[in-house]
């Protein structure tokens, strides 16, 4: 199995930038999907971010496409989100999430405890 641990989460203002990172443990995902989600209070958990197998497939929301990047480092087995011109719509607890290839589209195996992101307005 995975086991799947946020950091790098943090208040910011307005503006300003972050990077997350998500790290691994147990079985390496070089061959896994891996996403980023958030969940905001009083909000269902959703989809910010996904990079494929090798990388060179990014997917993006539409409110954070041309401000968040997600990258992968297969070798640490690590993804990372970097987040810039942050918005106060951006507060929320992030989590990382990685799907096998055997696992059906849309679901994923392993999930992360998340990681604070508080963007002051």
């Known amino acids: 199995q995975v086991q799947l641990v946020e950091s790098g989460g943090g208040l910011v203002q307005t503006g300003g930038s972050l990077r997350l990172s998500c790290a691994g443990s147990g079985r390496t995902f070089g061959s896994y999907t891996m996403a980023w989600f958030r969940q905001a209070p009083g909000k269902k958990r959703e989809f910010v971010a996904r990079?494929?197998?090798?990388?060179?497939?990014?997917i993006y929301a539409d409110s954070v496409k041309g401000r968040f990047t997600i990258s992968r480092d297969n070798a640490k087995n690590a993804v990372y989100l970097q987040m810039n011109s942050l918005a106060p719509g951006d507060t929320a607890v992030y989590y990382c999430a990685a799907r096998a290839t055997s696992t059906a589209a849309g679901q994923y195996d392993y999930w992360g405890q998340g990681t604070q992101v508080t963007v002051s307005s």
């Open positions: 990079i494929g197998w090798s990388g060179g497939i990014t």
